[in-house]
């Protein structure tokens, strides 16, 4: 017994790290939706994202219940047409960070006024598109971008509706790469430099714009409530005095990604707002934009196992056919993940391997300590829940990998909605 395997065991993968419509087959393997999973690893070929419908309309129905109105998916999460459409049929707006964003929303029929247009360095040619498409709100987040605004309305553009981002001084419990909140931030206009305050006056002066509100986002994987509460007050004590009928508080609620983890539910983010909506008399509608809490449990991702590699005393490594390139998170942030094998959800987990990806660099590990099956073959599928969220999105072609496939599952049925990439999307746009 290696090192790594002689770490203490875990038992079966618990169910909360799993899709809502997860369950155990009568064959003993992993269903989703009525799926399952090895079948659908074989059918459509690894990596493969494996997504449950219903989950995802579940939390964009309890979003919307919690905030209302206001309330938009943060569509960095997460974003094909597909995925548009649910968030959109569901009754949100769509938080879109960039033009291609807004056109992969639009061609899933979203209304542009759906659309909520953010970027901490829009150029004048994604402010000209996002107008002239009629984006129902920008978030503006510098005094170049008002400059850009007013130029392109004095040319003939007409004056959009815009809130302000401000960074309010709360520092997230997270890493710092996904802490925005802070003084110390490249985006937005800082309340504490007294720069919020000059914007908001500057752009509600402004013939060229309509001042509806002000945005506010502490960061990403956030599990106290309290904290996002506690910008709430910064922002709310802030706008008082500018009387404007809306107030976001972004997104950034964390999700349970390994055992023994616990976040809030959306539901719990709502509450604990109005309570402080309540208690300070907020007269304007408050709107947020979860992105993670949406859409990472929602997803599993299987991977075919190909090599397993023991260095006796060191560890075990397994290797499988994905790697950062569909999954940076760990690589980035150092993120954790859980492992277990679809065919034997329920088995114990006593083997303790580095599962590692297909790419050429020695950082590519998807999971440092892998709880697995001893029983653990090559070929077997291995997967990893709770990679709904910043995994597709921003994967790469890195070393010319193929990115993976997207499917949504629903009862019992399977619709693909991103398919493989192929040589030829490689060789599209390499003209020579």
């Avoid at 399952?36 to 494996?50: H, I, M, Q």
């Avoid at 094998?341 to 391997?353: E, F, K, N, S, Y």
Wanted: hydrophobic content about 40%; some cysteine; charged content about 20%.
């Amino acid at each position: 017994m290696t090192a790594s395997s002689a770490a203490a065991a875990l038992g079966p993968v618990p169910s909360n790290l799993l899709p809502d419509n997860a369950q155990v087959g009568a064959n003993g393997h992993l269903h989703v939706a009525g799926v399952d999973l090895v079948e659908l690893a074989y059918d459509y070929g690894t990596p493969l994202f494996v997504y449950d419908e219903d989950h995802l309309r579940a939390r964009c129905r309890e979003a919307v219940d919690a905030f209302g109105e206001g309330v938009a998916y943060a569509s960095k999460a997460f974003l094909c047409r597909a995925m548009a459409r649910i968030a959109h049929e569901e009754g949100m707006h769509i938080d879109v960070a960039t033009v291609g964003e807004m056109h992969v929303a639009l061609a899933a029929d979203v209304p542009a006024d759906r659309l909520v247009m953010h970027g901490n360095n829009k150029d004048t040619s994604e402010l000209a598109e996002a107008l002239e498409a009629g984006v129902g709100r920008i978030v503006v987040d510098s005094f170049d971008e008002l400059d850009k605004i007013e130029a392109l309305v004095s040319a003939g553009a007409q004056p959009p509706d815009v809130l302000l981002r401000v960074t309010p001084g709360v520092k997230a419990e997270t890493h710092d790469f996904i802490s925005t909140g802070q003084n110390d931030s490249k985006f937005g206009f800082g309340v504490s430099s007294g720069a919020a305050a000059t914007g908001v006056e500057r752009a509600i002066a402004s013939d060229a714009m309509n001042v509806v509100g002000i945005h506010s986002h502490i960061g990403s994987q956030v599990f106290r409530v309290e904290s996002l509460a506690e910008a709430l007050e910064v922002i709310a004590r802030f706008s008082e005095p500018y009387g404007l009928p809306e107030l976001s508080i972004g997104g950034g609620l964390g999700v349970a990604y390994v055992e023994g983890e616990a976040t809030p539910s959306i539901s719990k983010w709502g509450a604990m707002t109005r309570e402080v909506a309540d208690r300070l008399c907020i007269g304007a509608s408050i709107g947020a934009e979860p992105g993670r809490a949406i859409a990472a449990s929602a997803a599993v991702t299987l991977y075919k196992v190909g090599t397993i590699k023991e260095l006796p005393g060191i560890r075990t490594y397994v290797a499988v056919d994905g790697g950062y390139g569909d999954n940076p998170r760990p690589v980035l942030y150092g993120s954790d993940y859980t492992t277990f094998l679809p065919r034997c959800p329920g088995a114990d987990r006593t083997l303790v391997a580095r599962v590692v990806g297909k790419h050429c660099e020695s950082g590519d590990v998807l999971v440092s300590d892998a709880h697995l099956p001893p029983d653990l073959t090559v070929g077997d599928i291995l997967a990893t829940p709770v990679t709904g969220a910043y995994g597709h999105s921003m994967g790469s072609n890195y070393n010319k990998v193929f990115r993976p496939a997207v499917v949504f599952v629903r009862d019992g049925q399977v619709r693909e909605v991103v398919r493989r990439e192929t040589v030829a999307d490689l060789l599209a746009t390499d003209i020579g």
